[in-house]
């Protein structure tokens, strides 16, 4: 059975560990993930657990009082196209109305494409596109939250 925690600051150590290890097996990259981690003032967490391991996760930040940027996430190859990805959008958008925010911002790239067509399903638009300082290509969508 599946078990969604939501966090708004960074979890336990035993979540945090999973989430990085998660994350590295899929970007690469987990200590550049923990290091904007602690440089954020704010922050909520999701996370999806199966028998004691975190399988999922969903990390974003205020932009500002009215936007949220969806910064991160990923599932376990293992676990994809079960609905985990739409389960912590769906459970991230809930939270956002309650919280006031209006807008949700994310980026993706091409080569992400299931994350790109998830959030084109779920009612982002594209709103620009740019190269980053290692030359990828970067598509920022929005959505406007609905009451």
Request: charged share 25%.
């Amino acid at each position: 059975m599946y078990h969604y925690h939501l966090f708004e600051k960074l979890p336990h150590k035993r979540y945090l560990k999973g989430i990085v290890t998660l994350h590295e097996a899929i970007f690469g990259d987990g200590e550049n993930m923990l290091k904007k981690l602690a440089e954020l003032k704010q922050v909520v967490i999701q996370i999806v657990v199966l028998d004691e391991d975190v399988i999922a996760y969903k990390i974003g930040y205020p932009f500002d009082d009215q936007t949220f940027y969806s910064w991160v996430g990923g599932v376990n190859p293992k676990h994809r196209n079960k609905g985990l990805a739409q389960q912590l959008m769906n459970k991230q958008h809930i939270y956002l109305k309650k919280k006031g925010y209006k807008v949700v911002q994310t980026k993706t790239m091409n080569k992400w494409r299931s994350m790109l067509l998830l959030n084109i399903k779920n009612g982002f638009d594209i709103v620009s596109t740019s190269i980053d300082d290692n030359n990828r290509h970067k598509i920022l969508l929005q959505k406007f939250l609905k009451e």
